[in-house]
């Protein structure tokens, strides 16, 4: 049987109706998060809205927040993922496609590195097969998930970057698979 979890995409211009909507993604439909894109919501993460949505989020059991991140983004730049991540200690944050460039790879290898409660989301990586052995040789590939950014990209070069960067099976299956069903407790 395969297990899916599902993250759930709030409009915080509702604002506070909207961070309402959270309890009931959580509690009754049995959701595992919430995913962000503040350059299609135009408010930073820091802004006090999104951090109510975080905030009634963390009152769950092992909450994700799935977050993109851009180096050149004033809207969703990693350093503010690292505030909230360290605001949240007790919820685990995805960085969304965050090996785009060499720039901001550089950046999400380091907030992964310091922060227990990040992990990389590879989908956007653009064949930079240096980026991905520089960020399993300093996150270590259990700070690593496998993505694609289904529908907006095509899968095979995602694959295509894991198979060729020289990596043991290990590490393989914990970036296609264990890393994700330990963040998303499958059984």
């Known amino acids: 049987a395969r297990c899916v979890r599902g993250l759930w995409v709030g409009n915080p211009r509702q604002c506070k109706a909207a961070v309402r909507e959270v309890d009931r993604y959580f509690k009754d439909r049995g959701w595992s998060g919430l995913l962000f894109s503040k350059d299609k919501t135009s408010l930073t993460m820091d802004n006090p ?98 993505g694609s950014n289904i529908p907006f990209c095509d899968i095979c070069p995602e694959i295509q970057n894991i198979e060729a960067v020289g990596i043991t099976p290990e590490e393989k299956e914990k970036i296609y698979f264990e890393n994700a069903a330990g963040i998303f407790k499958f059984a």
């Not at 007790?90 to 992990?119: M, P």
């Open 49 to 146: 809205t999104m951090l109510e949505f975080v905030q009634q989020a963390s009152q769950y059991k092992n909450p994700v927040v799935f977050s993109y991140t851009s180096q050149y983004s004033v809207l969703q730049a990693p350093f503010m993922l690292e505030k909230i991540a360290r605001m949240f200690p007790g919820i685990t944050f995805i960085n969304g496609s965050a090996l785009k460039d060499s720039t901001h790879a550089n950046c999400s290898r380091f907030l992964s590195s310091i922060l227990d409660n990040v992990y990389i989301d590879i989908a956007d990586m653009n064949q930079l097969l240096n980026v991905l052995r520089s960020t399993i040789t300093e996150c270590g590939a259990g700070k690593i998930l496998f």
